[in-house]
């Protein structure tokens, strides 16, 4: 960043809160690389504020043990590790490796055909393929299912519309075995599964909850599921979320008796419309991301009998053309940094705006990042899948033609007479982002168009829950 945009960010930081802004201008010599200005100015300086909150509230509740969940929650773990050890906060912070296929699947065979609302879920480009491969099918049993739905491999990979979605869910219920391959693999993960959250101590009756970043709260759901199946005695499992974007329950008295315990800092699941458009789920993902592979599963040790987690990769799939090193380290150094600058925790934390500043960092970043910033984030390699399959930049270069497909008509076009509409070839999941590589003409119209196109889906979100 030149001069003038780093003061962008500079003097949001110092308008709220100087100590924060000093300890950005201090690490500001260090390093020139984008990532580097960026962690110091924004990532870092959001995540202090969040874990900050996140401490001081699990401290007021009384919460004895805090699980920072993987991977989104490590570097939220490292700035909580070194708040408590400085402020002495009486809260014990552990590193939990979980994900949406880890605890989801073990969990399939307790809820029986409930298991399909996760399983054919809708999301970017949705396929056949991408649902049997939530059920952990292996490839025989998945070609044994196209076969019962006299399917060629091919089709399976079509992308899926909501009639389809509904389609498939249906046939796969009533006319094949796809639900006794995946009760039964369910059942071989359970065990191992329990018995890391066992060795962990999350069936203690002690008062415990999990941070993580967002945006449904589903792994807090099925965490609550598997250890109620162990006859856990202790209260509610409570979570701690930078924003929710929605709810993992249906129901009004499902919600009522259990969103209690889901705590969300920067918006929450039914209100903060404003902040959520503005806001991309995707980008903050790769600002706090840790090097370690997606955890699929868990297994024993015979020799020892401890229960370690198993990794879809060995690394993260950024590992070698994105610096996550750099990043963690830059953030651990900024908390210790503003330390030094923080005298009270409890006082700063009274004294300054955090999510207002939050705002205007996020705003400015996510919405009108510079060339280099969209570059170098946008290249992140990312799913949206459970399974972490189908790996695509976050913010790609596209053509005009597939950035005219993603119009907010277009999509309207598409939910309402999909015969009609225009087939949309890539949705970015920054486009922001790809607005800015793509060197966009009318960029100012097509994000206004996007932020529309966003904002009508929160609305009718809220509206229906």
Known sequence: MNKAEWDVY????????????????????????????????????????????VLLDAATRKIKRLYFLARDGYVMFQIAEILCQQYRIPLQCRYLYASRMAWRLPQYH??????????????????LHKILERGALSEAEQQSILTKL??????????????????????????????????SHSKEAYQNTIGYLKQEGLLTKEKIAVVDAGWMGSLQKSLSCLLESQNRTGPQIEGYYFGMLGSPYKTKAEKKQNLKTYHA?????????????????????????????MTVGYRCQKENGRYLPVF?????????????????DTIRKFTETALLQIKSIKKWECQTDTKKMTEKLCRQFMTNPTKEQADYYGRFLF????????????????????????????HIKNR??????????????????????????????????YFFYKFLLFYISEKIH
């Open 265 to 293: 800092w920067y918006f929450q699941a039914e209100k903060g419309i404003k902040r959520k458009v503005l806001f991309s789920h995707n980008l903050f993902e790769c600002m706090c991301c840790a090097k370690d592979g």
């Open 150 to 183: 006299r399917l060629k491999k091919e089709e399976a990979e079509k992308t899926l519309c909501k009639e389809e979605i509904v389609y498939y869910k249906e046939k796969l219920i009533k006319q094949t075995k796809f639900l006794d391959y995946v009760f």
């Open 110 to 127: 307790l809820i029986k055909k409930e298991c399909m609302e996760n399983i054919c879920l809708n999301g970017t480009n949705l396929t």
């Open 10 to 53: 500079w003097n949001i930081l110092n308008q709220y809160s100087p100590e924060l802004a000093k300890t950005a201008y201090l690490m500001k010599k260090d390093k020139k690389t984008v990532l580097f200005q960026t962690t110091v100015c924004i990532t870092a300086p959001i995540l202090f504020a969040y874990v900050s909150w």
């Open 312 to 328: 879809a990769s060995d690394k993260n799939l950024n590992a070698g053309r994105w610096d996550m090193d750099q990043q963690i």
């Open 416 to 449: 309402i007479c999909p015969c009609k509409a225009e087939k949309i070839e890539i949705q970015p999941y920054w486009m922001e982002g790809t607005l800015v590589r793509s060197g966009c003409r009318w960029k100012y119209w097509r994000k206004q168009d």
């Open 383 to 410: 799913s949206d899948d459970i399974t972490e399959k189908h790996i695509v930049e976050l913010a790609p270069v596209i053509t005009e033609t597939q950035i005219r497909q993603n119009s907010v008509w277009n």
